[in-house]
C-alpha cells in the first residue's frame, strides 16, 4: 500500500543516515562477542564451556542440543578470537626479534618491559600460548561441527513426526460423513506426478508415496504405518453376539424407527508401525529392536498389543540368527587356523 511504501523509504533513509547498527558505537558484532567473552569468563574458561557443551549434547533424548549449541558458539569464537591474538603477538616479537638480528636499533631491545610494566614474556612462552590457543580453538570448533550436525539431523527427525502425526490425525474415519464431491473433482481422478515412474514400474517395484515427504518410493524402503482396530474392539467383533446380555445389546445397538436394530458406530481406531515392513532391509534387527517393549521407539507399536510381539518376536529371532552367523564365522576360521598349523 501507499502507507507501507512510504514507512519503507522512510526507514531506508534512516538507515541510511544512521549509518550501520543504528549509529552505534558498539557494533553487534562486537556486542556479541563481548557477551561471548563474559559467559566464557564466567564458567572458568573456554574448555569447561566446551566440557558443558559435550555433557549437554550427550543427552539420551537430544533436547539439550540447541543450549550446547549455543554454548559451543560462544566457546568457539571466543577462543578463534584468541589464538588469532596469539598469533598477532608472536608475529609482533618475530618482527621485533628479526630486526634486532638484522642490527637495526629502535632504542631497547624486544625484552625491554613498558614503562610500569612487568617483564614481557619470552618467544618460548608466547609460541606455547599461540599453540594452546590454537588447540583449544580447533577442539571448540571441532565441537561445534559435531553438534550442529546432530542438531540438523534431530531437526529433520522431528519435522518428519510431525508430518506423520499430522496425517495420521487428520486420516480418514469411518464413521465420518464423506463430503459430497463430483467425481472428476475427486483425488483419485486427478492427473498424479509420477516422479519419473511409469505404470509399468510402479506395479513391478510396489511403488507407494511416502507420508512424510511425499516422494514415491518402492514399498520395501518405506516403513508402513497402519490404522487398526483397537485391541478391544477386535475383541468384541471376534466375540459371539449371541451370548451377549441383553445390557451389552442395548448398549451396541440402537432401536431404528421400524422397530429393527441397527449397531451403532463406536469403533475405535489406533496407530501403530507394521513390523513386516522391516523385512528385507539390513537394519531390520535394529528397528525391529527400537520399536519393541523397552525400546527407544516402543510408542511405535505400544498402543496395539499385536504390534508390540511381533516388533519382539522379529527382534529376537534376528538377534539369535546374528548370533548364529557370528559362531559360524568364528567356527570356520578357528578350522582354518588349524589347517594353516597343520601344514
Not at 100 to 120: F, K, Y
Request: charged share 30%; with cysteine; glycine share 6%.
Amino acid at each position: 500500500t501507499r502507507r507501507e511504501r512510504r514507512d519503507a523509504h522512510r526507514d531506508a533513509r534512516h538507515a541510511k543516515l544512521a549509518g550501520p547498527d543504528g549509529g552505534s558505537r558498539v557494533s553487534r558484532a562486537a556486542a556479541t562477542l563481548g557477551l561471548s567473552r563474559e559467559t566464557v569468563r564466567l564458567a572458568g574458561g573456554v574448555h569447561r564451556v566446551v566440557e558443558r557443551a559435550v555433557e549437554l549434547a550427550s543427552g539420551r533424548d537430544e533436547t539439550g542440543l540447541e543450549v550446547a549449541l549455543g554454548l559451543a558458539t560462544d566457546a568457539t569464537r571466543v577462543a578463534t578470537e584468541n589464538a588469532r591474538n596469539a598469533a598477532r603477538v608472536l608475529e609482533e616479537r618475530s618482527a621485533c626479534v628479526a630486526e634486532e638480528a638484522g642490527g637495526s636499533s629502535r632504542g631497547g631491545t624486544c625484552e625491554d618491559a613498558p614503562e610500569g610494566g612487568d617483564q614481557l614474556p619470552s618467544f618460548e612462552n608466547l609460541e606455547n600460548a599461540f599453540q594452546d590457543a590454537s588447540l583449544a580453538a580447533s577442539n571448540a570448533n571441532d565441537v561445534f561441527d559435531d553438534i550442529s550436525v546432530r542438531l540438523s539431523k534431530r531437526l529433520i527427525y522431528d519435522e518428519w513426526c510431525s508430518i506423520i502425526a499430522s496425517v495420521a490425525a487428520t486420516d480418514f474415519k469411518r464413521d465420518r460423513k464423506k463430503p459430497r464431491v463430483r467425481a472428476r473433482d475427486r483425488r483419485c481422478n486427478q492427473p498424479k506426478p509420477r516422479q519419473g515412474w511409469t505404470k509399468i514400474s510402479m506395479r513391478a517395484a510396489r511403488v507407494r508415496v511416502c507420508a512424510g515427504c511425499d516422494r514415491m518410493l518402492p514399498a520395501a524402503e518405506l516403513i508402513r504405518v497402519v490404522r487398526v482396530k483397537n485391541a478391544e474392539e477386535q475383541k468384541k467383533d471376534d466375540g459371539d453376539e449371541t451370548n451377549l446380555s441383553p445390557t451389552t445389546l442395548s448398549s451396541s445397538y440402537r432401536e431404528t424407527e421400524n422397530g429393527s436394530r441397527k449397531k451403532k458406530s463406536q469403533t475405535t481406531h489406533v496407530v501403530a508401525v507394521d513390523v513386516s515392513s522391516f523385512l528385507g532391509s539390513e537394519g531390520a534387527s535394529t528397528l525391529a529392536a527400537s520399536v519393541a517393549p523397552g525400546g527407544a521407539f516402543a510408542a511405535a507399536t505400544e498402543e496395539h498389543p499385536d504390534a508390540s510381539r511381533a516388533a519382539a518376536a522379529l527382534a529376537k529371532t534376528r538377534r539369535r540368527d546374528g548370533e548364529e552367523t557370528a559362531n559360524a564365522n568364528a567356527t570356520a576360521n578357528e578350522n582354518e587356523n588349524a589347517s594353516r598349523e597343520a601344514f
